[in-house]
C-alpha cells in the first residue's frame, strides 16, 4: 500500500539522517498507521488527506479520550511527515499547516510541570553512550539552566575542578557566571565523560572536537542546537509529551519555575540565569502567581462564597 510505502520512506530519513532511536521511530510508525487507518475508513488515504481529513481524525482522537498530551504528539508526527512529503515534491501543499492543536492547558504551553520533567528523566535512562550523553544534557539543562547555546559550546576548561562543584559558563554578551552543580548532575558528568570519546570524529575535526564537552561527527566539532533539539524531541516522543513543548529553552524554563515555586529568591534564579536584567527574570514568576491564586481559591472560605 502507498502509505505504508511513505511511511517507511520518511522513517528511513529520520532513521538515517536524524539518527532517532528504534523506540521513537516505532512511536511514529503507531501514530502514522493509526492516522491512515482512520482515513482508509473513510474513503481516503493518508498521502491523499486534506485538511478537513485530518481534522476529522483530530476529532476522534478526542472522541477516543485520547489526553491533550498524546494528540498534540500525534499531530506533531503528521505535521512532520507532511514536511517531509513536501521536501520530496510528494506534494505541493502542507494540509497540517492551519490544523490546531489541543485547547491550551492551565499552565502556560512551555512550562513542563514536575510530574512532566519526571517522565523525560525517566524516559533518558539507559546504559549505553547516548543514555548517557542525554541524561547530561538533560541535566545541565533542567538541573543547571543553561541555555541551548551554552550547553553546546561548553568547553572542557568549564568543567569543575577535582573537587570543585560548579561550572564556568560564558553567556550572552560573553559573560561569565558560576553555575553550581547538584548531586545528580555531577553524577550525570562523570558518567558521560567516561564515554565521550565515542562522540569524537576520526577526520579532520578531531582537535577542534576534543575542545567541547559534547563533541561531534559534524563540521563544527560540537552538537549544535538542532541535534540537541532533535534528542530531546525524541525524548519527549518516548515520554508521551506534545514534541513542541519540550525544547532546551522550555528546561531552562521550567529550571527557573521549579525554584521560585520551591521558595528560591528572585534574585538568586538571576544570577543563575545569568539575566543583566531582573525584569527579565520575572517572567518566569507567572506560574507561581497561578498557583498561588489557585491556592486562594481552593483554601480561603471568601473565594467560596457566592
Known amino acids: 500500500m502507498l502509505d505504508n510505502r511513505r511511511i517507511d520512506a520518511f522513517l528511513d530519513t529520520l532513521r538515517a539522517e536524524r539518527g532517532a532511536a528504534d523506540n521513537t521511530i516505532e512511536a511514529y510508525r503507531r501514530d502514522?498507521?493509526?492516522?491512515?487507518?482512520f482515513l482508509r475508513a473513510n474513503k481516503t488515504s493518508l498521502i491523499?488527506?486534506?485538511?478537513?481529513?485530518?481534522?476529522?481524525?483530530?476529532?476522534?482522537?478526542?472522541?477516543?479520550?485520547?489526553?491533550?498530551?498524546?494528540?498534540?504528539r500525534r499531530l506533531s508526527a503528521l505535521r512532520r511527515f507532511f514536511r517531509f512529503q513536501l521536501g520530496d515534491n510528494e506534494r505541493k501543499d502542507n494540509p497540517t499547516s492551519r490544523l490546531d492543536g489541543p485547547a491550551a492547558r492551565r499552565e502556560p504551553p512551555d512550562v513542563l510541570s514536575r510530574e512532566e520533567m519526571s517522565r523525560?528523566?525517566?524516559?533518558?535512562?539507559?546504559?549505553?553512550?547516548?543514555?548517557?550523553?542525554?541524561i547530561c544534557l538533560i541535566e545541565l539543562l533542567y538541573g543547571a539552566g543553561l541555555r541551548a547555546s551554552e550547553c553546546c559550546d561548553l568547553p572542557l576548561s568549564a568543567l569543575p575542578a577535582p573537587g570543585a562543584t560548579v561550572l564556568i559558563v560564558r553567556g550572552k554578551g560573553d559573560k561569565e557566571r558560576i553555575t553550581p552543580l547538584g548531586k545528580p548532575a555531577l553524577a550525570a558528568l562523570k558518567n558521560y565523560l567516561a564515554v565521550r570519546d565515542q562522540f569524537l570524529p576520526k577526520s579532520a575535526v578531531r582537535s577542534t572536537a576534543q575542545r567541547f564537552v559534547f563533541p561531534s561527527r559534524g563540521s563544527t566539532g560540537r552538537l549544535t542546537r538542532r541535534?540537541?533539539?532533535?534528542?530531546?524531541?525524541?525524548?519527549?516522543?518516548?515520554?508521551?509529551?506534545?514534541?513542541?513543548?519540550?525544547?532546551?529553552?522550555?528546561?531552562?524554563?521550567?529550571?527557573?519555575?521549579h525554584l521560585l515555586s520551591g521558595g528560591a529568591?528572585?534574585?538568586?534564579?538571576?544570577?543563575?540565569?545569568?539575566h543583566a536584567d531582573i525584569s527579565t527574570t520575572q517572567?518566569?514568576?507567572?506560574?507561581?502567581?497561578d498557583e498561588l491564586r489557585d491556592l486562594l481559591e481552593a483554601a480561603h472560605p471568601l473565594a467560596k462564597a457566592s
Open 265 to 274: 529568591d528572585l534574585r538568586a534564579v538571576q544570577l543563575l540565569l545569568g
Open 227 to 257: 541535534r540537541l533539539g532533535q534528542i530531546l524531541e525524541d525524548l519527549a516522543m518516548k515520554a508521551n509529551i506534545g514534541l513542541d513543548r519540550v525544547t532546551p529553552h522550555a528546561l531552562r524554563h521550567a529550571f527557573a519555575t
Open 48 to 72: 491523499d488527506a486534506g485538511e478537513r481529513d485530518l481534522a476529522a481524525f483530530v476529532r476522534d482522537l478526542h472522541e477516543r479520550g485520547m489526553s491533550a498530551a498524546t494528540v498534540s
Open 32 to 37: 502514522l498507521e493509526d492516522a491512515s487507518s
Open 283 to 289: 517572567i518566569y514568576t507567572h506560574v507561581v502567581t
Open 120 to 134: 523525560l528523566i525517566e524516559a533518558a535512562q539507559g546504559t549505553e553512550a547516548a543514555d548517557l550523553r542525554t
